[in-house]
């Protein structure tokens, strides 16, 4: 498994503008950890973005399907984005036991998890399901940089983690 952040990550100069860099470093680590390890899976509410950033930050480990073992799945009750329709349903009123534990659980609000799980669900196509995932991280990285404000110079080396040459 990938254990650590490039250094490069831990060299951006500071952005004056950007909120909490601690919890973007520790959102940007989860994803290239799932990226990387090929655990990352658009239309899996296990092992999507947001799946991902839920099963690190509760410490949940992932069986040979890519379900979560022990635990089940709350989150989509609050939101969820169907691959086939262009809306994502929300239900605040669910945001209530198990699934309001889930998404406290990664420092966000359940609206900022919705607007990443969108971008990643909603990514633009393409030919290899590699590529689908690369497009859809790229998509959470525009997200991640308007929650945070962080500057282009963060933004383009952050998706430059995403490399798995």
Request: aromatic share 12%; with cysteine.
């Amino acid at each position: 498994m990938y254990s650590g952040l490039p250094p490069i990550i831990t060299k951006f100069k500071k952005c004056t503008a950007m909120k909490n860099k601690e919890l973007f470093d520790h959102t940007v680590k989860i994803l290239v950890n799932a990226y990387l390890d090929n655990s990352l899976v658009q239309g899996n509410c296990h092992a999507c973005a947001v799946g991902n950033i839920i099963a690190a930050n509760m410490h949940l480990k992932y069986d040979k399907n890519l379900k979560w073992i022990g635990r089940q799945v709350a989150w989509p009750q609050v939101f969820v984005t169907v691959s086939f329709e262009i809306a994502q349903v929300k239900r605040p009123w669910n945001f209530t036991g198990a699934a309001k534990e889930q998404i406290n659980s990664t420092g966000y609000t359940w609206q900022e998890l919705a607007r990443i799980e969108y971008a990643f669900e909603r990514a633009r196509f393409a030919k290899t399901q590699e590529e689908r995932m690369f497009n859809g991280l790229m998509a959470v990285i525009d997200v991640l940089s308007q929650i945070y404000e962080i500057n282009e110079t963060t933004k383009a080396a952050t998706q430059g983690l995403f490399n798995k040459e």
